[in-house]
């Protein structure tokens, strides 16, 4: 049973952070890249952030550089992103992503999704 499991999403004010988890179960996890994706309702779905599998490169969308951070724990089998200074528009659905590379999109796994709003 592969499970990809989202936690600390919420609502938070605008300037607030907050920091999300993903807790991997029923593959390798260390051997595949993880990534966040988020979507708004109405907007196309957007690559936030993505890390290597030993977590020795990292790579942002240009809208949260500076921002975001994410980071996995091998050990653990969790990968996060902190998420600092928070703004109305990063707003979405956040969804951790696995694979492998060279990238299959059929051989993906996806979380649940957990909701982050912005608001004051």
């Known amino acids: 049973q592969v499970q990809l499991v989202e936690s600390g999403g919420g609502l938070v004010q605008p300037g607030g952070s907050l920091r999300l988890s993903c807790a991997a179960s029923g593959f390798t996890f260390s051997m595949y890249y993880m990534r966040w994706y988020r979507q708004a309702p109405g907007k196309e779905r957007e690559s936030v952030a993505t890390i290597t599998s030993t977590g020795g490169i990292t790579a942002y969308a240009d809208s949260v550089k500076g921002r975001f951070t994410i980071s996995r724990d091998n050990a653990k089998n969790t990968v996060y992103l902190q998420m600092n200074s928070l703004r109305p528009d990063d707003t979405a659905i956040y969804y951790c992503?696995?694979?492998?590379?060279?990238?299959?999109?059929?051989?993906?796994?996806w979380g649940q999704g957990t909701q982050v709003t912005v608001s004051s």
């Open positions: 992503n696995a694979f492998k590379y060279p990238r299959k999109y059929e051989n993906d796994y």
